[in-house]
């Protein structure tokens, strides 16, 4: 629910509703801000650019704050499903091999010989996001926010499943990646 939608159900100003509700929460609430792209006809445009690299990734660094995993999920659902404003080739195109690309991943973001064999396997009609969920699995129980996708089958990485039907599979056959500089510092 928004603020707004909040305000106008308990007939309060926007302030006194979310402090209200912080404290009959206490203090326990999330709060999720949206604070830019958020206008349809800019982002459609931004999409098309050639030079808009599309990404976003903390690396997990603020996962007791906000979670962007639901990128990918959202991308294709809202974007290419709904909206149609990149086709899926595209879409796919510049979340894999458009990005190894740039990161200079030689091994990543194609399925050809003497790749790494990372695959997400989807629904193209049925992925979507959903609603960010906290969990407390952090060291001594704190908690983190994950978001979890409908429509994704299989995830696949070095060429094991690691995820099939939302269900963790075991293992972890990913490894740490690291650059060298031009300088090779």
């Not at 194609?110 to 629904?123: K, N, S, T, Y």
């Not at 994950?146 to 690691?162: D, M």
Request: glycine share 10%; hydrophobic share 45%; proline share 5%.
């Amino acid at each position: 629910m928004s603020v707004a939608d909040l305000a106008a159900a308990t007939g309060k100003d926007p302030v006194d509703a979310l402090l209200d509700l912080a404290l009959d929460e206490r203090m326990e609430l999330g709060v999720t801000l949206s604070v830019i792209n958020v206008n349809p006809d800019v982002v459609s445009h931004i999409l098309k650019l050639p030079n808009t690299l599309i990404g976003l990734s903390d690396a997990g660094a603020h996962v007791a704050q906000h979670c962007d995993a639901g990128l990918t999920s959202y991308l294709l659902h809202e974007w290419v499903h709904r909206r149609g404003v990149l086709t899926l080739e595209d879409a796919v195109r510049r979340l894999t091999s458009e990005l190894a690309d740039f990161l200079e991943l030689r091994t990543k973001g194609r399925l050809a010989p003497g790749m790494d064999a990372d695959l997400v396997i989807f629904d193209p009609a049925a992925i979507k996001p959903l609603k960010p969920e906290w969990v407390n699995d952090l060291p001594g129980g704190e908690p983190r926010l994950i978001e979890r996708a409908e429509g994704i089958e299989y995830t696949i990485v070095g060429g094991e499943v690691l995820f099939a039907h939302d269900q963790y599979q075991g293992g972890l056959p990913g490894k740490v990646m690291r650059t060298v500089s031009q300088t090779g510092a």
